[in-house]
């Protein structure tokens, strides 16, 4: 106690050096986070409560689940369209929960608690329909290809309501377990007020997490509609670990935490470090979960373990904040950047990881006050100070001076990429709007939408902080549940700094080009504590031709060899390749990073794969960027 008031006195003494962050960056992160709740109501399907307060949506999809013979009225649309994908909704809950459990107190201090424990209820009411059964999980109402062939409010819909589910027979890990993640993590939100409810919730959640684990597959391949729209790009396996936490956390069942440290190396936990955090890939949100277990005494005879998962967790914070081996890119204006279409998603779910993450590096034992990186010590306020920076952009702190959450200042987007908010409301115009009236009268309007999609953060700009705020524009003007969720737990540590003891703090601006960091930095030669686990894989590149054209350009044909050291197999090995200027062989390109070829799916212990590529100049960066040991 006596060590946690000396730092408390200490965080107040630099605050009253430095300056608090709340004061100096001009904005009202309460007023932000009650918008960002708000937006939660607009993508509400189902029918209605009376206290609903975006009064220009209806009630919808009311006949959902009907010819499947199950009932699916309710849950939530993922975006700008009128489906209902199950597992962008799970994580956009869990993300939620996750949000209202670390910073709850702020939240009822701003006096959104409740709304947000609302939010959270109405997703969790629609699983606990979706699992009808311990071995089945509805995963989709409706389909992606019919719902874009139309532009309609939701309340006039004449699409698919078509169901599809999981079962033994049509597995879906991934599906199930973020499903499961999200059930856990909202138990422990309504365990102090609603018992009941959170009992259910947990029970629910450990027969999802029992069918995930026991028929393993990916989602897609049983609905096969989401491939194109939610495809499970890596795979299940962090799903399956994440689920795994959040039942350890919820329960305190050590099952659950020797299945997360049992099966780090088969599931990718301990072999996966990278810079991005989403709905598709959770094994930074699974690290930083375990490194807190490790962190608070938790961990037991798992410590070992343990603390290669927090190691991996230390790299994305590093890489985030630009001081790691590999760092994620930032445009000019300072924003993270991963790519064109949606990439505020990443910006706004690394930031909660990095304000979780840095809150338990202060408060914790065993934490040593901050991170080390390759790049110098990222202490909690810097790291704090670069999330606020982040959130800042967002909403307006950018070159164009716009803000990318709706309705949050004098400038933000009004042709927002939305069926229900493109159209006049159906309670200000009852006549039905048919798909291709939508289209033809709605969707081209120069103006601005009829509908204000309070508190909905788009896509945002591109690599050189440019946007376009046009309607068709849907790669930047589009919102999405899972863009605002990971928000809300940063929005309420930002409004509540001033009551918490941990403030941030302004920092001295970067130097010219600091903020521009590349995520084509070599690996460095680093101590383990300063990025992920020494990896078992080895690389090697070398020179095995050199061809002197006659315009005086050098070209080098390199070959690089790969090899597994370790005493295992190696499965869905994922590399890194930056700074490539010429043509690659050997090599297919997914969706984090560079896989080998179909016909290689593993490499056993001391096997070698090999691989080409020819550019002028110097070699590329070639590093490890995930694996599973099995």
Not at 252 to 264: F, I, P, Q, S, T
Not at 461 to 467: L, N, S, V
Request: glycine fraction near 12%; charged fraction near 20%; charge should be neutral.
């Amino acid at each position: 106690m006596a060590r946690n008031v000396m730092a408390l006195l200490g965080f107040l003494a630099l605050a009253s050096a430095v300056g608090m962050a709340s004061a100096a960056g001009g904005h009202d992160y309460a007023l932000a986070l009650k918008k960002s709740i708000l937006y939660f109501e607009a993508q509400r399907s189902g029918v209605l409560p009376p206290n609903q307060r975006v009064t220009w949506r209806e009630n919808s999809g009311l006949f959902d689940g009907k010819a499947n013979g199950v009932d699916l009225v309710g849950g939530y649309y993922d975006a700008g369209d009128n489906v209902k994908f199950g597992l962008p909704m799970a994580f956009t809950v869990t993300m939620m929960s996750w949000g209202i459990l670390e910073y709850g107190k702020q939240m009822a201090a701003a006096g959104e608690l409740r709304n947000a424990m609302d939010a959270v209820k109405w997703g969790t009411d629609y699983f606990i329909k979706a699992h009808p059964e311990p071995d089945v999980l509805y995963g989709e109402v409706g389909d992606g290809d019919t719902d874009h062939s139309c532009w309609q409010r939701p309340e006039d819909m004449s699409t698919s309501r078509q169901a599809f589910r999981i079962d033994p027979q049509n597995p879906g890990s991934d599906l199930a377990g973020e499903t499961a993640a999200a059930m856990a993590a909202a138990s422990l939100v309504f365990r102090g007020t609603y018992p009941g409810y959170a009992n259910l919730l947990l029970e629910h959640s450990k027969q999802l997490f029992a069918f995930a684990d026991k028929y393993r597959g990916k989602y897609d391949a049983s609905i096969t509609v989401a491939r194109n729209y939610y495809g499970s790009f890596s795979g299940y396996g962090d799903e399956l670990l994440w689920a795994a936490a959040w039942l350890y956390e919820a329960t305190e069942e050590g099952c659950y935490l020797e299945y997360l440290a049992r099966n780090g190396d088969a599931l990718g936990g301990t072999g996966w470090s990278i810079n991005q955090f989403g709905w598709d890939v959770k094994y930074p949100g699974v690290q930083v979960l375990a490194a807190k277990f490790l962190l608070q005494g938790r961990a037991g005879a798992h410590a070992a373990t343990l603390q290669r998962y927090r190691q991996n967790a230390e790299f994305f914070v590093c890489s985030c904040v630009g001081k790691g081996a590999v760092n994620v890119p930032r445009t000019p204006g300072g924003m993270m950047y991963h790519q064109r279409w949606n990439n505020l998603q990443f910006v706004t779910s690394a930031s909660f990881l990095l304000t979780v993450y840095s809150d338990y590096a202060t408060r914790l034992p065993g934490s040593g006050g901050g991170v080390r990186c390759p790049g110098g010590a990222a202490r909690p306020y810097e790291i704090l100070a670069f999330v606020r920076s982040q959130v800042n952009y967002i909403l307006g702190d950018n070159p164009r001076g716009t803000s990318y959450m709706v309705g949050y200042g004098g400038s933000f987007p009004r042709q927002v990429h939305h069926r229900g908010a493109s159209i006049v409301s159906v309670r200000k115009d009852p006549s039905f709007v048919s798909c291709q009236e939508g289209y033809s009268s709605w969707y081209p309007r120069p103006a601005g939408n009829p509908n204000v999609l309070e508190g909905a953060v788009v896509g945002g700009p591109d690599e050189y902080d440019d946007f376009a705020d046009e309607r068709n524009n849907y790669e930047q003007t589009e919102a999405a549940t899972y863009n605002s969720a990971p928000l809300l737990g940063v929005l309420a540590r930002l409004a509540g700094a001033c009551g918490t003891g941990l403030e941030e703090y302004q920092l001295p601006p970067p130097a010219a080009g600091e903020n521009q960091t590349t995520s084509s930095s070599p690996p460095r030669r680093r101590r383990p504590h300063h990025g992920p686990p020494p990896s078992p894989i080895e690389i090697e590149q070398n020179v095995t031709r050199t061809l002197a054209t006659r315009r005086a350009t050098t070209y080098r044909r390199y070959s690089v060899t790969v090899t597994n050291r370790s005493r295992k197999t190696v499965r869905e090995l994922h590399l890194g390749v930056s700074e490539l200027r010429g043509r690659l062989w050997g090599l297919d390109k997914a969706r984090y990073g560079y896989v080998p070829p179909r016909w290689l799916p593993a490499l056993r212990a001391g096997e070698s794969l090999r691989f080409v590529y020819v550019q002028p100049g110097a070699p590329a960066n070639v590093w490890v960027t995930g694996y599973k040991l099995v």
